[in-house]
């Protein structure tokens, strides 16, 4: 273990460490005393049937969905619903390489197990029933890594989930993302200050964690953000100005391993081993109703890859978010993201299912 104080409450709010016991991994391997940081808004009711999950994506925590999803006057209002955030392991606030300790002391660092995003889902269906008594849930969602999660509860867990929102993401991860992926792992393990897994602070791979915000760079944002400078909006003068002041700080705080854990689950995101490889018998088990939801100029998860997944749901549907900044449009900072993901999520909520 090792200390990072970006993994905590001063950066990341209001949270809960709530331990749902030992979890026998899929790939092999255990978490002895696996603990999940759990944010909580609005009431559950006595029915315990206005749940949802929202599940989170690489590199990211419950934080953006709690300052620009979550709120009176969204989809996702506390007023009517009890929204439940759960941080994937390895997210660094969740049992993570960089912060076992305690049980879980013999997996910190270099010997953390491989996980997969079954493993999140398995380990979030259990908190959900154990620790809330949640059986059924209204709605998940989430984005990128977080729509992985969606998929795989899905598909998982038909009878527990009534509707589903998976936002830029697929349910099959492409040989183009496994590549991606690899490369960002790539930039981390080829700096000398990673050492094996085993540094001393995440400063020491300050070179690799700069290289990865690169990368970010490129992938993250469509080609049509750097074309027509979108960055001027957001008050930055130049392009170098942008990658230097605004991805570069927001990778740099955080742990290698734990990103490096995030990005071999990501990379291995696929519900079709369900089903022996059969993706259209893996997403024909889903009874929720589904509304696909791809970003338009999205350079990960294209359109392309999300609407043939999408056509073989029974009863769903296929709703395009137009955001010219890409797969980080996710982030929420153009003014006419959120209410497109209001306005589609709304309306699935209201769907009778």
């Given at each position: 273990m090792i200390?990072?104080?970006?993994?905590?409450?001063?950066?990341?709010?209001?949270?809960?460490?709530?331990?749902?016991?030992?979890?026998?991994?899929?790939?092999?391997?255990?978490?002895?005393?696996?603990?999940?940081?759990?944010?909580?808004?609005?009431?559950?009711?006595?029915?315990?049937?206005?749940?949802?999950?929202?599940?989170?994506?690489?590199?990211?925590?419950?934080?953006?969905?709690?300052?620009?999803?979550?709120?009176?006057?969204?989809?996702l209002n506390p007023e009517r619903y009890f929204i439940v955030a759960v941080d994937q392991i390895g997210s660094g606030?969740?049992?993570?390489?960089?912060?076992?300790?305690?049980?879980?002391?013999?997996?910190?660092?270099?010997?953390?197990?491989?996980?997969?995003?079954?493993?999140?889902?398995?380990?979030?269906?259990?908190?959900?029933?154990?620790?809330?008594?949640?059986?059924?849930?209204?709605?998940?969602?989430?984005?990128?890594?977080?729509a992985q999660q969606t998929y795989e509860w899905a598909v998982r867990f038909p009878d527990k989930v009534l509707r589903a929102a998976p936002i830029a993401g697929t349910a099959q991860n492409t040989p183009h993302d496994f590549l991606l992926a690899e490369t960002m792992r790539e930039a981390i393990m080829s700096d000398p200050g990673w050492n094996g897994g085993e540094y001393a602070s995440n400063a020491d791979v300050a070179a690799g964690l700069i290289r990865q915000a690169h990368l970010w760079g490129v992938v993250g944002f469509s080609t049509e953000f750097?074309?027509?400078?979108?960055?001027?909006?957001?008050?930055?003068?130049?392009?170098?100005?942008?990658?230097?002041?605004?991805?570069?700080?927001?990778?740099?705080?955080?742990d290698p391993n734990d990103l490096l854990a995030q990005a071999w689950k990501w990379q291995r995101?696929?519900?079709?081993?369900?089903?022996?490889?059969?993706?259209?018998?893996a997403l024909g088990r889903i009874t929720a109703k589904v509304f696909v939801m791809p970003i338009d100029e999205d350079l990960l998860f294209p359109v392309r890859d999300c609407s043939p997944e999408q056509a073989l749901i029974?009863?769903?549907?296929?709703?395009?978010?137009?955001?010219?900044?890409?797969?980080?449009?996710l982030f929420?900072?153009?003014?006419?993201?959120?209410?497109?993901?209001?306005?589609?999520?709304?309306?699935?909520?209201a769907t009778q299912v």
């Open positions: 200390s990072n104080p970006f993994y905590s409450h001063e950066f990341h709010g209001d949270y809960d460490m709530v331990s749902i016991g030992g979890l026998d991994l899929e790939d092999g391997g255990r978490i002895p005393d696996c603990e999940l940081a759990v944010a909580t808004f609005g009431e559950l009711n006595a029915a315990k049937d206005n749940a949802i999950l929202i599940t989170s994506w690489y590199s990211g925590t419950h934080q953006i969905w709690r300052d620009v999803y979550i709120g009176p006057g969204h989809a606030l969740s049992i993570s390489p960089h912060n076992a300790d305690g049980a879980n002391a013999g997996i910190a660092m270099s010997k953390f197990p491989h996980v997969r995003i079954g493993d999140d889902v398995v380990a979030q269906e259990r908190l959900l029933r154990e620790h809330f008594g949640i059986e059924r849930l209204a709605l998940v969602t989430g984005g990128s890594m977080g750097w074309k027509q400078e979108v960055w001027r909006v957001l008050e930055f003068d130049s392009s170098d100005a942008f990658i230097t002041g605004f991805l570069e700080p927001y990778f740099t705080p955080m995101g696929d519900v079709a081993r369900h089903t022996g490889g059969d993706l259209a018998a029974k009863g769903s549907e296929l709703r395009i978010i137009q955001d010219i900044q890409g797969h980080l449009a929420g900072v153009a003014p006419t993201y959120l209410p497109q993901i209001d306005q589609h999520l709304s309306e699935l909520l």
